[in-house]
Structures are given as C-alpha cells and as structure tokens.
C-alpha cells in the first residue's frame, strides 16, 4: 500500500497542497482545500508516530510548526492558532497547525471546517505570504 503523504511529497495524489517550506527533514504545506490557514508539518521520512521521530527531527518539527503558527498569526490575524498530533487516518508522521477565523461560532471548540472557502486565487495568494513569511521566519528562527 503506498503511503499518501510520501505521494503527496513526490507531487501526486488527492492530498497535494502548496508547499510553504521545506527542507532535508520535514515539509510544510497549506491544505489543498479552500479553507484558509491550515497547515501539515511532516516528516520527509516515512515514520508514522511522534515517539519514532529521530531527535534531530523532533527539532526540525517543533521549529517549523512554531514558524507556521507566528506566520499564520501574522498573516491572517486569527482569534487562535491550534496544533495538535493525532496520528490515527494515515500512518506518516504529520502534525496539524490550524487558525480559528473571527466569527467562528462560539459553540465550536477548534475550528469552523464548515466555513466559507477561498476561491483557489485567494488561496494561492495566501500561500504565498504565507511561504514569504516561512522563508523570514525559519531563517531567522
């Protein structure tokens, strides 16, 4: 069975998105939907949990999750920024850095996934400040 995430690093599949950075451990990419502002951090290695990660990878992750998070922040001013690992759809470490959008209703606890989506210029206009701001941030970070 192949592995959709090392798919998607090799350009193919349904999970392809912008990549926002990237470097010899890990990938950040903006979801390929219209729903702005939710980005995977992953291992370029094919290792499915958080306690096989390698200590140099560790680092490369927690640095490119916080960078995304300061980026998200900066760029689309959201009421939060979330992350979270879960691990349980698809066996390739990733980790998931999301933004709540003002007017959010407040019943909803993370995120509103029903919200209103970017037409697909708007979203490749976000990717790239949001790749801008990644190239700044994890060069001075």
Do not use: N
Not at 3 to 14: F, T
Not at 42 to 66: I, M, N, Q, S
Not at 91 to 99: D, E, G, I, L, R
């Amino acid at each position: 069975m192949t592995c959709p995430i090392c798919a998607k690093h090799r350009g193919e599949g349904d999970l392809v998105g912008p990549v926002l950075w990237a470097d010899d451990l890990v990938v950040v990419s903006h979801i390929g939907s219209g729903f702005p502002g939710y980005v995977l951090v992953e291992t370029r290695r094919h290792v499915a949990y958080f306690d096989e990660l390698t200590p140099d990878e560790v680092v490369a992750v927690a640095r490119a999750a916080h960078g995304a998070a300061r980026v998200l922040k900066a760029v689309l001013e959201p009421l939060f920024v979330f992350s979270c690992i879960v691990g349980r759809g698809v066996a390739h470490f990733h980790q998931h850095v999301f933004v709540r959008h003002p007017g959010t209703p407040p019943e909803l606890d993370w995120t509103w996934v029903e919200s209103p989506l970017w037409p697909a210029a708007e979203i490749e206009a976000l990717c790239d400040s949001l790749r801008a701001g990644m190239t700044d941030v994890m060069a001075g970070s």
